[in-house]
């Protein structure tokens, strides 16, 4: 992940709380309790080198 995740990655988590690389980063690996396909999964872009993955 952190060959994928920019030096100034941050996601906000359902509950609203901010989280930057280094706390994503230090998340143990585990299974996620994901079905996939995700439903309603958008990327839109914002610019040249960002997109809004919701």
Do not use: K, W
């Not at 995740?5 to 359902?14: I, K, M, N, R």
């Not at 509950?15 to 309603?40: F, K, M, Q, T, W």
Request: net charge negative; aromatic share 10%.
């Amino acid at each position: 992940m952190e060959a994928q995740l920019g030096p100034d990655f941050f996601e906000f988590g359902q509950s609203g709380r901010r989280y930057d690389r280094s706390e994503v980063l230090d998340v143990e690996v585990g299974e996620i309790d994901a079905v996939l396909p995700l439903n309603d999964f958008r990327c839109t872009s914002l610019g040249d080198s960002h997109v809004l993955v919701t």
